[in-house]
């Protein structure tokens, strides 16, 4: 089993948080540009995306050695495409092409248009299961165990699939496994609240034998904070439910933005809003 690792931020907080903001904005200019939807999915995780892939993983060194990614809530792909540019693993010119026919980056990420993608995706909850399964083959096979991180969405717990996964990597003990759960509140049809019923995710999870932390997802510091303990627990695999908003104030907590793309006059008050 993996041992403990601290986040260690190459960079320090205000300069992640300012990134952040710039990805941000980014993600608000292309989403105009495209006409392409899901904004708010991507808006929200921004600051997790950020500390990941500046902060928490390995992604250098052998192939093999190194920390797995995977976007399960593949209709968030816009923020991940950008962060990808911001970490120099893709060509920031591409960005131009989001969402359009031929693209590398299409509306959800597929691996054969962009094989730094691990798995495709459209349909939920099919995330935490392919990681449990990397980590499981490499378990079996002996192999270098590197973590494997999982951004799920609040909306695809609902899927059986999500709990069934859930159960197996705790019967393996996959400590290695780290479940993100983008706690926006939001999902296609309404309020995640009012569809699965108030129920607290983050017992849910340890009733399923994890460990779990909830945080607000949008602080940098207490999102390095929950990076620095994983595994939270020897022997099992965890899980930080990440409360977030788009941090875009007219945007935030309204199901319309699951769908809507903004105008030229609502992108300008968004990029003001940010300061940027």
């Not at 500390?51 to 995977?70: C, H, T, V």
Request: aromatic share 6%.
């Amino acid at each position: 089993m993996s041992m403990a690792c601290t986040a260690n931020p190459s960079l320090p907080v205000g300069k992640l948080e300012e990134l952040a903001r710039e990805i941000r904005g980014e993600c608000l200019t292309l989403a105009h540009q495209s006409g392409e939807g899901h904004l708010s999915s991507s808006l929200c995780h921004i600051e997790l995306l950020t500390a990941l892939y500046f902060a928490f993983m390995n992604l250098s060194g052998p192939q093999e050695q190194r920390d797995r990614f995977i976007l399960s809530k593949g209709h968030g792909c816009l923020s991940w495409y950008v962060t990808l540019a911001k970490h120099g693993d893709i060509p920031h010119d591409w960005l131009t092409s989001y969402a359009k026919e031929g693209s590398p980056l299409p509306n959800h990420p597929c691996k054969h248009s962009l094989p730094i993608s691990i798995t495709s995706a459209g349909s939920l909850g099919q995330g935490l299961g392919i990681a449990t399964g990397i980590l499981y083959g490499l378990q079996l096979k002996k192999q270098p165990e590197p973590r494997c991180v999982v951004l799920m969405g609040d909306g695809e717990c609902n899927e059986g699939s999500v709990w069934e996964s859930a159960m197996f990597a705790a019967a393996q003990q996959l400590d290695n496994l780290l479940a993100i759960v983008d706690y926006n509140g939001i999902q296609a049809v309404g309020k995640s609240d009012e569809i699965s019923g108030h129920t607290d995710l983050a017992e849910k999870f340890r009733a399923f034998g994890w460990d779990a932390v909830t945080i607000d997802g949008n602080s940098m510091p207490q999102i390095l904070a929950a990076l620095s303990h994983v595994p939270f627990t020897k022997g099992k695999p965890s899980v930080i439910v990440a409360k977030t908003r788009t941090m875009v104030p007219f945007m935030d907590g309204k199901v319309l933005w699951h769908y809507r793309v903004p105008s030229a006059e609502e992108l300008e008050i968004a990029l003001k809003e940010l300061q940027l």
